[in-house]
């Protein structure tokens, strides 16, 4: 339980991507965006976008001057609904062979793009660090070779330094880079073959802490995919090419699941004749030493080229993928579209949709916070022939956007085909330097909507219970709902299904945020907490005299009673023997139950016949003041005219005499020393004469109270 009084809403964003929860689908934002420079001549092309931690989106691209092949690398943040924020624009590069500018959100909620500045065969690598708030902390350029570098990928490990995938030198081997927290260089490590083309794409740190980096290696004659794998030092573990002779195949993306196996995807052409077909989608699933388990071919009708440019993991660790496709009819002048596809963990096509009828390049596609999945890209459907426009897309967890998609499961096929493995021995080295950069430019985009849907959020819930010192259970709604915050007295809880314990009777408030990541909403309740005494007595067993009556309940105040009589009274009063039980409603704080028995006995037995000298007592009386029984005395018969009473002893179970008389008028009232004597069994000595005889009675009686 988390002290403290409501947190400002920007605390409530900050939780949202920590404290995911179920949601329904119809809740999901959805919506298509695009962004653009005013001038109709300048590209603003994004390679890279993600999910913030105050529920809004980050985007990292390249933005031209003009019609020029002069571009700055960029980051543009937006709120919750693709709204401008604040942006940031670099240093001066082109983007021949330069398409892997990438972002991501660190630990401490900032960010860090990377990108490359330069021309064409003269890159350098180029990375930035931002806090949450958009200001710049370091700015750093790259130079791994002092030749044509191009870094791909970055990712933040789980003590906060930096890895990189990098493609090295002119003839580019497989970069694998360390920086610390403040951009500087830890190592710089290369893998590859003399003179070829290697080139690292994706890299991610494992759950076993060692490193991972995938992309495409000079193997069997040509470009093979490889997954490579190193301790934290940049060491390799092993290396592994999938493919075959004189096809191509790349990896674009990995992904680790929770077993450790790997999910890999990319492009080749093991379907086609040679490497210099089109190529279609593969993807591939190998354990974590990568030896395969699955692998898969899939494109669409229509069939040309294609390929799985990102991939993800949703909660069931289905297989997400971004796919890059000039497959499939459609209407667009340039027939290059974004698809996203869905594949059960073991490799089975779930559902393949289609978005904005071609002329669009590039996606690439991140989790959200909501199960949903945000889309990014670039088009010139939209503008013409010049000035590339950022498309940014945001699908709940159907595929769906809301507008421009077509479903095309149907229209594609998947094919298992047997992947050959190889696993070079890699020329490995060291090299590389980092420097200080302070290049930033100004520029200004605009931005207008495609389609939107922002479900409208409220705040509703229900609880059970209500009695002090117990829990009392409560229950929010989730449908669409991503963070709950409840207030109650100065205490602080989350979550969907909570539970609190009031310590004192009272009324009481509670009140509850929710957010779906974009809007919040709050409602209040109040809760009365009632008091249930520790135990419910309606008495204790009792034996009676016949004739005689008692009443049973309670003085404790309930809603409701019910006894097994059928009587919902509070007393009832008894005549016969019996069971006798209650149940005692108290509402929330549930339900009490007792139980007594009560016997009725005879406690004037029926008189022997008359004799000379007949005396007898009772076997039972009740001293209750009802003017029945009251009394412990012998009773002489009518007919013993020769009886004279001595004298009348009565004692209890220990011996000691408790009742004295002389007479025989007098009798016993059930006390002693003005004490009422509890019901109990006591044992009596009658002394009298009959004539001239002495003579003794003893027996015992029951006192019933």
């Known amino acids: 339980m988390m002290k403290g009084p409501f947190f400002i809403v920007r605390f409530i964003w900050g939780l949202l991507l920590c404290l995911c929860a179920f949601n329904h689908v119809q809740g999901q934002q959805k919506f298509q965006k695009q962004f653009h420079q005013p001038d109709s001549a300048s590209s603003l092309q994004t390679f890279d976008a993600k999910a913030t931690p105050d529920g809004g989106y980050i985007m990292a691209g390249l933005a031209s001057q003009g019609s020029s092949n002069v571009y700055h690398p960029y980051l543009i943040k937006l709120n919750c609904k693709g709204e401008l924020q604040w942006e940031h624009y670099f240093g001066n590069t082109q983007t021949i062979a330069n398409v892997n500018t990438r972002v991501i959100v660190t630990a401490d909620s900032g960010y860090v793009m990377i990108s490359n500045l330069g021309v064409y065969t003269n890159y350098n690598g180029f990375a930035v660090k931002l806090d949450a708030s958009g200001n710049i902390v370091w ?10 570098d191009n870094i791909n990928d970055v990712y933040e490990t789980a003590d906060g330094h930096l890895i990189i995938a990098a493609s090295i030198k002119d003839f580019p081997d497989v970069g694998l880079v360390k920086l610390r927290q403040d ?6 490590r290369t893998f590859g073959n003399a003179n070829q083309y290697d080139d690292g794409s994706v890299v991610r740190e494992l759950a ?20 490579m794998k190193t301790d934290t030092s940049g060491n390799m573990l092993w290396l592994k090419c999938y493919g075959d002779t004189l096809q191509h195949m790349w990896a674009m993306d990995f992904r680790e699941m929770q077993n450790g196996d790997i999910v890999l995807g990319g492009s080749t052409t093991l379907l086609k004749p040679n490497f210099q077909s089109f190529s279609d989608n593969f993807l591939m699933r190998v354990n974590n030493n990568g030896d395969t388990l699955w692998t898969k071919i899939f494109y669409g009708a229509n069939d040309q080229f294609e390929n799985v440019s990102s991939l993800i993991l949703d909660q069931d660790e289905n297989i997400i993928a971004g796919v890059a496709t000039a497959s499939y009819v459609s209407p667009g002048f340039v027939p290059n579209k974004h698809a996203v596809m869905k594949f059960s963990p073991q490799g089975q096509l779930l559902k393949a949709t289609l978005y904005n009828n071609g002329s669009s390049h590039y996606p690439r ?5 909501d ?25 709940d967890s159907t595929l769906s956007t809301g507008c421009i998609e077509t479903d095309v499961t149907n229209q594609t096929f998947v094919q298992s085909k047997l992947f050959r493995v190889n696993m070079p021995v890699p020329i490995t080295g060291n090299s590389g330097t980092v420097v200080n950069n302070s290049s930033t430019y100004t520029t200004s985009i605009l931005d207008s909507t495609l389609c939107a849907s922002f479900p409208v959020v409220q705040s509703a819930f229900t609880y059970s219970g209500g009695c002090k010192n117990e829990a009392v259970q409560l229950f929010a709604d989730s449908s669409g709902i991503l963070f709950w915050r409840w207030e109650i007295l100065n205490d602080t809880l989350f979550g969907a299904q909570t539970q609190y314990t009031f310590t004192d009777t009272g009324t009481y408030q509670i009140r509850l945020w929710v957010s779906n990541g974009c809007d919040t909403a709050s409602s209040i309740q109040q809760i009365v907490i009632r008091d249930k005494p520790d135990m419910f007595v309606i008495g204790s067993d009792t034996t009676l005299c016949e004739g005689d009556s008692i009443q049973l309940g309670s003085t404790t105040n309930a809603d409701g009673f019910l006894w097994n009589t059928g009587d919902t009274t509070r007393f009832i009063t008894v005549t016969q023997n019996g069971q006798y039980i209650v149940e005692a409603d108290f509402g929330v704080c549930g339900v009490l139950k007792d139980t007594v028995s009560i016997q009725f006995v005879n ?37 013993a005219l020769d009886l004279k009473f001595t004298r009348m002893e009565v004692y209890n179970r220990w011996g000691n005499r408790l009742y004295f008389s002389e007479g025989i008028s007098s009798g016993w009232d059930g006390k002693h020393q003005g004490q009422e004597q509890s019901t109990d069994t006591y044992f009596f000595i009658i002394r009298y004469k009959c004539g001239d005889e002495d003579r003794v009675l003893k027996g015992d009686v029951v006192l019933v109270r």
């Open 139 to 148: 700015q750093k350029l790259l130079n791994l070779s002092n030749s044509n």
């Open 183 to 188: 951009g500087s260089l830890v190592w710089c």
């Open 208 to 227: 076993d802490g060692n490193y991972m980096i995938a992309g495409r290696y000079i193997a069997m004659g040509t470009f093979n995919a490889f997954l």
């Open 365 to 369: 596609i991140s989790k959200c916070s």
């Open 371 to 395: 199960r949903g999945i945000l889309l990014s890209g670039f088009s010139n459907a939209y503008s013409g022939p010049l000035g590339f426009r950022t498309l940014l897309m945001k699908m």
């Open 603 to 639: 406690c004037v037995p029926e008189p022997e016949p008359p004799a000379v000298c007949t005396m007898w007592l009772p076997n039972a009386f009740s001293p209750n003041g009802d003017g029945k029984n009251d009394l412990l005395k012998p009773i002489v018969a009518p007919t």
